[in-house]
């Protein structure tokens, strides 16, 4: 094979030229698929914890589709398709979840999941989508890692939500945000 078809040589290139763009500020931006869910009606004044939890819980589900039908997410796959092109290319991110309480003085509460994708993963989804497109395979990964991510950050969150439910601080507006990271593992 010649110095110029060989696919390592051809892959290392095309990873270090995303590299490049990764350093500019621009790439920021497009690390990050992120979606929120603002929350508007107030629960009743007789309302049960069980009951204002669930709010927060739909809004949290709300939030979570609307960030897994981001084009964003779509563009996330698409620059770490080849992630099952090169045997030790593998990426790493982050799924976090915040609630903020709009109408009370509390902090927001936050909770992150970290989470890595590797190849074996991305070969494992080309056997279920019996497609050989990679930013498809990799959109799929993507997305199974965002809810993984998304229920480990909400079991992590939950003792802090009930806390400011015991506070009545979920009794105004609240906003839910949901927001995957995701970049190169070296």
Do not use: C, W
């Amino acid at each position: 094979m010649s110095y110029r078809t060989n696919p390592d040589r051809i892959l290392d290139n095309i990873d270090r030229a995303r590299n490049r763009d990764a350093e500019s500020v621009r790439f920021q931006v497009e690390r990050q698929a992120m979606a929120r869910d603002l929350n508007t009606d107030i629960p009743d004044l007789d309302a049960t914890n069980t009951e204002r939890l669930k709010r927060i819980f739909a809004s949290l589900e709300r939030a979570y589709t609307k960030a897994a039908q981001r084009t964003e997410l779509g563009r996330l796959a698409s620059r770490f398709q080849a992630v099952g092109d090169i045997h030790h290319h593998h990426a790493r991110g982050d799924v976090s979840i915040s609630v903020q309480y709009m109408d009370h003085e509390r902090f927001d509460d936050v909770g992150v999941a970290p989470f890595e994708l590797r190849p074996s993963e991305i070969a494992d989804a080309k056997k279920e989508t019996k497609t050989s497109r990679a930013d498809v395979n990799a959109l799929k990964v993507l997305r199974r890692q965002l809810r993984q991510g998304v229920k480990a950050a909400y079991a992590k969150l939950e003792p802090r939500i009930r806390d400011a439910i015991r506070d009545r601080a979920d009794m105004g507006h609240v906003q839910v945000q949901v927001t995957v990271d995701l970049r190169p593992a070296e």
